[in-house]
């Protein structure tokens, strides 16, 4: 009898909407854990391959990509999940867990990209903010006068006088999530790493990344767990609120709330399919080789994942808000799933 791999969860990690059956035996039926924002998108592979195939349809658990990959690299046996979902690159540090566990062989597969947004409710007025005012805004420590201290900008006027007099509240993601990561990556840092505050204060650039990538903790950046549905709602509640989570779910609400404009960009998939709009990632999944050939129908499921119907430009992902991969880096994925289950 398969062991129910929930049970390795740790607690607080949200449960996707596929249910585990009570009775399944070992192989039978893929488990997927990882990115809330990966998550829409192999869910929808997952409906659409156990509604079409002749294999169970796979579990999807949203757990954050950093919970995703704790899970995902504690073993290879049948209670592990087969495939973690993540908004950043698998870290070196996580690749050693695996390592360490027997999780050596993994495959790496791009299924496209997604642009991070700062939304807020369509009942205030749309931002255009910078990077640098964002950071200004939302870092845990700023230079003033020559010296860092405390973030002390209370309201987002005191970032910038062009900006709303309007209290800094910024719903986002926790430190387990792969947006937080890509975020602070993307925006944080580049904000910092030259400013000679910074620069004096950490002069090894090791930690002066580590410090710049560091938000507030004192109220305005609001941490609002890996369910970016819950910060939509908490915009929609809180119109005076900016939230930041992926593309996809501003996509899917764009009734209620509108994506700030960045460096005078608008977050549109044909911005960020181009690169013109500063703050977009790539989305992988990562595959446990050892388990192809024993968890039924993980072989195939990967082929639907990068298959042009699911995948290419005009596929049914897209429709869902996922930036879809060039024509040539597409095949390459496609030959890379080949590789891996031969």
């Known amino acids: 009898?398969?062991?129910?791999?929930?049970?390795?969860?740790?607690?607080?990690?949200?449960?996707?909407?596929?249910?585990?059956?009570?009775?399944?035996q070992a192989g039978d039926q893929i488990q997927i854990v990882g990115s809330s924002t990966v998550y829409p998108f192999v869910t929808v592979v997952a409906e659409e391959f156990g509604n079409s195939t002749e294999f169970s349809t796979p579990i999807v658990e949203q757990t954050g990509t950093g919970g995703g990959f704790k899970v995902f690299c504690e073993g290879l046996g049948d209670s592990h999940p087969d495939i973690a979902n993540?908004?950043?690159?698998?870290k070196?540090?996580?690749?050693?867990?695996?390592a360490k566990n027997g999780v050596k062989n993994i495959t790496e597969l791009k299924i496209g990209f997604d642009g991070i947004v700062l939304a807020n409710s369509k009942k205030t007025e749309r931002y255009n903010l910078s990077k640098e005012q964002i950071f200004m805004a939302l870092a845990k420590q700023v230079p003033v006068d020559g010296k860092l201290i405390d973030n002390p900008n209370r309201n987002w006027s005191d970032v910038d006088p062009s900006l709303p007099d309007t209290k800094i509240e910024v719903y986002g993601p926790p430190p387990t999530s792969g947006t937080r990561d890509a975020f602070a990556e993307l925006v944080m840092e580049p904000s910092c790493k030259d400013l000679p505050e910074f620069k004096n204060a950490y002069p090894d650039k090791k930690d002066r990344k580590k410090s710049c990538?560091?938000?507030?903790?004192?109220?305005?950046?609001i941490p609002a767990g890996e369910d970016d549905n819950v910060i939509v709602h908490k915009l929609r509640s809180n119109p005076k609120a900016l939230g930041i989570f992926g593309f996809s779910f501003l996509d899917q609400n764009t009734d209620t709330v509108q994506g700030s404009l960045i460096d005078d960009k608008e977050p549109t998939f044909e911005n960020i399919s181009d690169g013109s709009y500063?703050?977009?990632?790539?989305?992988?999944?990562?595959?446990k080789e050892g388990r192809i050939g024993k968890t039924a129908g993980l072989k195939e499921f990967i082929t639907e994942l990068v298959g042009d119907e699911a995948a290419g430009?005009?596929?049914y992902l897209s429709e869902k808000?996922?930036?879809?991969?060039?024509?040539?880096?597409?095949?390459?994925?496609?030959?890379?799933?080949?590789?891996?289950?031969?």
Do not use: N
Request: proline content about 5%.
């Open 1 to 24: 009898m398969r062991k129910p791999f929930l049970s390795l969860l740790a607690m607080g990690l949200t449960t996707g909407l596929l249910a585990l059956p009570v009775q399944a």
């Open 86 to 90: 993540a908004s950043r690159a698998i």
């Open 92 to 98: 070196k540090s996580e690749e050693e867990l695996c």
């Open 213 to 221: 990538h560091l938000l507030r903790e004192d109220g305005p950046f």
């Open 278 to 287: 500063g703050i977009s990632r790539s989305l992988y999944v990562y595959v």
């Open 313 to 315: 430009e005009f596929g």
């Open 321 to 342: 808000g996922l930036i879809p991969l060039t024509e040539t880096e597409l095949k390459i994925m496609q030959q890379r799933t080949v590789s891996s289950t031969q």
